[in-house]
């Protein structure tokens, strides 16, 4: 939701609750969205059980959608605010992780940041009021959230080519960027390799070295795969690891990690989509 068609949006569906509005002293669209986040629940009780679930829904939608638009320092500590507060009940703490998941970490995330989704799931493997699966699903998370920042040097990543030899992702070198495409057997991803290997300025820049491809499975390679990959592109690398996603923060198949010359992360969950769009520029 624009901030511009907020107003309007609240006279068109009328929400959960009262929604704050900034006071006039806020005067930039940063100070107004900072006031907005700080103070969007205090007009909720969250210690009483989440009833109209869809409209609980919206209203946490709208809340994020604010994140964008306000200083990070602001927006951290307030998730952190609504958390403890949320911590009053277990049943609406869980819901919320959940939501916060679908929200901002999950494939059909409206906002993908890991810095606004960091807080919601620490509290999550924190509280020791939820089951123990639960934890740990939220703490596996945040470990490889914080092992896949951009701008931090890549994990490392390790796959099996067709004959079985087992290779690592800092053998491969480019004197630009490496692409690490992650697929499965599905046709989407049969489709992402064919557009990616059919690109004329991306095979003329793997032919000078510039770029290099590795397609990594994520799954074993076993026999069925090891005969479908002998057919996969000749100047890329090509692999199957069935825990990679233990180690990359993957969020959707296929999608792409781009890789620096030094090994350095400056992108993650990339589409091919993108990645066509940016070789075309």
């Known amino acids: 939701m624009a901030i511009l068609d907020y107003c309007s949006a609240l006279a068109q569906d009328e ?4 929604y ?9 669209l940063e100070s107004r969205c900072d006031f907005i986040v700080t103070s ?19 209203a ?15 927006v951290l500590a307030a998730i952190r605010e609504f958390m403890f507060k949320a911590r009053a009940n277990a049943s ?12 901002l970490y999950g494939e059909d995330a409206v906002y993908w940041s890991d810095e606004a989704y960091l807080p919601f799931a620490e509290a999550m493997a924190g509280n020791k009021q939820m089951k123990k699966d639960v934890r740990n699903h939220y703490a596996a998370q945040v470990d490889k959230i914080k092992k896949n920042v951009l701008g931090a040097p890549m994990p490392l990543v390790e796959w099996a080519d067709v004959n079985g030899s087992r290779h690592k992702l800092a053998e491969i070198k480019a004197s630009g960027i490496v692409i ?54 000749e100047n890329w690398h090509v692999g199957a690891n069935n825990d990679i996603g233990k180690v990359l923060d ?21 589409s091919v989509e993108a990645i066509k769009r940016a070789f075309s520029n």
């Open 250 to 270: 993957v969020r959707y198949l296929p999608s792409a990690y781009i890789v620096d010359a030094q090994g350095i992360i400056l992108n993650k969950n990339v």
């Open 92 to 103: 609406n703490f869980a819901k919320i992780g959940a939501l916060a998941e679908r929200t």
């Open 15 to 18: 929400p959960l609750f009262q």
């Open 180 to 233: 690490v495409l992650l697929t499965d057997s599905g046709m989407d991803s049969d489709m992402a390799r064919l557009r990616l290997s059919t690109d004329v300025v991306m095979n003329d820049m793997i032919e000078k070295g510039e770029v290099a491809v590795v397609d990594i499975t994520v799954g074993r390679n076993d026999g069925a795969w090891t005969s479908r990959a002998k057919s996969f592109p």
């Open 60 to 74: 946490f939608e709208d809340y994020v959608d604010f994140f964008k638009y306000a200083d990070k320092p602001i």
């Open 20 to 28: 704050p509005v900034a006071p006039d002293t806020c005067s930039t």
């Open 40 to 58: 969007f629940w205090d007009n909720y009780d969250l210690t009483k059980p989440i009833k109209e679930e869809a409209r609980f829904a919206k």
